[in-house]
């Protein structure tokens, strides 16, 4: 979704904001903006791609001091006028902003009755006109004390950076749930919504937290919160290297990430298992061991691929430690007014700890009493200072928009959690238990295993990348994996899929089983194998194509596919961190056959800060 770069120091500004917006264009958006001052204030903005705003530009565009912003449409289409920033009338303050301002309409009204004039359909349009008419009341007002009165006046959510000709060696900033960041340089400073735009100039970053408004000049910067209080924030040390968020060889994001797996699902296991003793050890949930051995439930709550992780943590949590989950999905889960409180604890699933469901479901359950526990990737993030404890993934910057890698750190890091849980609860044997620890520690290798199939997997996209539906189908821990498969290929290349459970299928999808339907089955779990056959059976006798993900175990289903890709044997519980693997391939193949951008697929953000 929308970003915000900003750059104040000794370099060219437009340089350093431009390669920054690129950084975050895998956020996905559909316009961008530049303002920069040079002695007085310039603004270059256009729908489409960074590269288009590029070659807006000119050499006479110089300055020290600049703010950008790659625009993701909420309030008026994606259209020149309607792109990020937003000036004055005066032409003095240019605005860029993430988040909904919800009063704009009333504000917009009472700023026409004064005589101000809008000219895009945005609520961005707002705050550069209110912000001038505390100005324009009191003209010797400092140019701060009419941000913090502008703000007041505002509701809703924001990322904001405002620029002033008036005070050219300034940036301002605010945050009310929409994250920023400080990025602390030598004689430079940096802003920016997301810490990749960043990583290549400091490791420094002051997060901003909510309320929060930050003065920001070369050589410093103060931070100061709702009751005017200024505050010592805390630096922290950013821990991204620049190959980690470039390509590194690779055509696409995905495809590198996808191939990292054998990786992060390492990283996600280090120091966290020892297969000698069959010991856990997660350092950031210790503290609340005690709450989730006690608790008669748990609650997990998540959006998109994050929600189908939650869905195979559901199983993984109840057989492995006998303790009833619900899954819920973040966006609805405020809205029911859930019965939650003290005893329950919730867990919040979160590639970016930003999304703005799933921060809300985490605010409800810790405003009603529970334990509020999160399994997120990037350190720092909203939801991973506000939950009471967690599990970091530890997989490194996930770019591509369809999420691969934190999909498998996401299961990993629930299959260790259960696990513990089961341990701590006496739900889980000795030998059990080290039987699973043990297969755990195969799984990086398994997967490289079958990304060396990744040759296989592309013929078979080729035979299908131009069918118009695809159905997936799988039972108990393969249920979610379908659903994954689905939604990866939806998310890339823009044909219609469905994930069902596979005996569900015989309520309605069967009807669409034709000689032109692929069906992809993922059949790798022994305890479902027989069932799986049957089904498999039902769909080819309608003539169904038929893509089967099996084990060595279920050859059966081999023998009936029309094609197969064979993973590697490990426990049930631990089948969707394979299988899930060349579905991730086949979408990304027939996306690319399709000629689609996969990194940045149409009308999708990587994360989603708006709810
Ligand atoms: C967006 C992304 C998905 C992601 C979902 C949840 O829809 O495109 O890839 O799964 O948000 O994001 P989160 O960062 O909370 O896991």
Redesign the pocket.
Known sequence: MCGIVGYIGNSQAKDVVIKGLKRLEYR?YDSAGIALINGSLSIKKCKGKVSALEKLLSDSEKGSIAIGHTRWATHGEPNDVNSHPHVSSSGKIAVVHNGIIENYNALKLKLQEEGYKFYSETDTEIVAKLIESFIDKNPSIEFVKAVKLALAQINGTYGLAILNSDNPETIFVARKGSPLLIGVGEGEMLIASDASAVAEYTDKVVYLDDGELAIIKKDEYQVINADDVELTKEVHELAMSLEEIEKSGFPFFMLKEIFEQPKTISDSLRGRINVEDGSITLGGITSVMDKLVNAKRIIIA??????HSALVGEYLIEWLAKTPVEVEYASEFRYKDPLIGEGDVLFV???????AD?LAALREAKEKGATVLGIV?VVGST?ARETDAGVYLHAGPEIG???TK?FTGQVTVLALIALSLAQHKGAIDKKSSKKIISALSKIPSQVEEILKQSDQIKEISNLFTYAPNFLYLGRSYSFPVALEGALKLK?ISYIHAEGYPAAEMKHGPIALIDDMMPVVVIASTKHTNDKMVSNVEEVKARKGRIIAITSPSNEEVRDLAEFSCMIPETEDVLSPLLSVIPLQLLSYYVAVNRGCDVDQPRN?????TVE
């Open positions: 996905g998540a959006c998109g691929t994050s929600w699933i979160s590639q970016s700890g930003e999304t799933t990737n939801i928009v369809a999420s934190a998310e999708l953000a990587k994360s989603v």
